[in-house]
Nanobody, 124 residues
Framework: QVQLIQSGGGLAQSGGSLRLSCAAS????????MGWFRQAPGKDREFVAG????????YYSDSVKGRFVTSRDNARNMVYLQMNSLKPEDTAVYFC?????????????????WGLGTQVTVLS
């Protein structure tokens, strides 16, 4: 059974930091690009960050570049999103996702598996 179990998130002040974790199981983790999307109320789900299978390539959306860092640990089947210098506009539900066909597909939302999402709220 495929699972992407997310943890972390919660409430932060503007300028603060939070870390999201995603524990994967049930599929060959190191074969997949991994990444993060988010969805704010009333808005479409948007790409945030992604990392290819061996961490050689990492993509970020322009809105988080320089503030967020994603990483993966293939030995532990984990992917992380370190969020720094948070802004109120980062408030959203964040989703972990896995794409078999690589980072470009992941960035376009063509993915195989999704986590259930975790709320991040940034107070001004």
């Amino acid at each position: 059974q495929v699972q992407l179990i997310q943890s972390g998130g919660g409430l932060a002040q503007s300028g603060g930091s939070l870390r999201l974790s995603c524990a994967a199981s049930g599929f060959p983790f190191s074969d997949y690009a991994m990444g993060w999307f988010r969805q704010a109320p009333g808005k479409d789900r948007e790409f945030v960050a992604g990392v290819n299978w061996n961490s050689e390539y990492i993509y970020y959306s322009d809105s988080v570049k320089g503030r967020f860092v994603t990483s993966r640990d293939n030995a532990r089947n984990m992917v992380y999103l370190q969020m720094n210098s948070l802004k109120p506009e980062d408030t959203a539900v964040y989703f972990c996702t896995a794409a078999l066909n690589g980072l470009n597909h992941l960035r376009d939302g063509v993915t195989e598996y999704w986590g259930l999402g975790t709320q991040v709220t940034v107070l001004s």
